[in-house]
């Protein structure tokens, strides 16, 4: 059975920014991968290419652990939408696993 990537959480929002299209926020949190998943580049490219200036940071495996921190910049306080669409952008990830996100839209 294949180890699927899931979105384990987030830390509550901080660094809010008021901006002319409202608040904006910095978010960390966390995701499951497995321990040889190298999409973390895949999944960075993807948010950008989707959400603009917001940026998605994936962090490293460290000591065999499959549990990742992710940081998201300069995005909106709405937690439920932040994991909405990392989910979705894992889900294409999987669907897609050989071709870019670019070529599967």
């Known amino acids: 059975m294949e180890e699927r990537i899931t ?7 901080k660094n809010r920014r008021h901006g002319p299209d409202g608040d904006l926020v910095d978010v960390k949190g966390w995701l499951h991968a497995p321990v040889d998943w190298t999409g973390g580049p895949d999944l960075e490219r993807a948010w950008r290419e989707r959400h603009g200036r917001s940026r998605l940071g994936v962090g ?11 940081l998201l910049t300069n995005v909106p306080d709405d937690l439920a939408f932040l994991r909405t669409e990392l989910e979705s952008l894992i889900s294409e990830l999987d669907t897609n696993p050989s071709s870019d996100l670019e070529d599967a839209q």
């Open 7 to 13: 979105l384990e959480g987030f830390d509550p929002p």
């Open 60 to 70: 490293l495996c460290v000591a065999h652990n499959p549990r990742r921190h992710i």
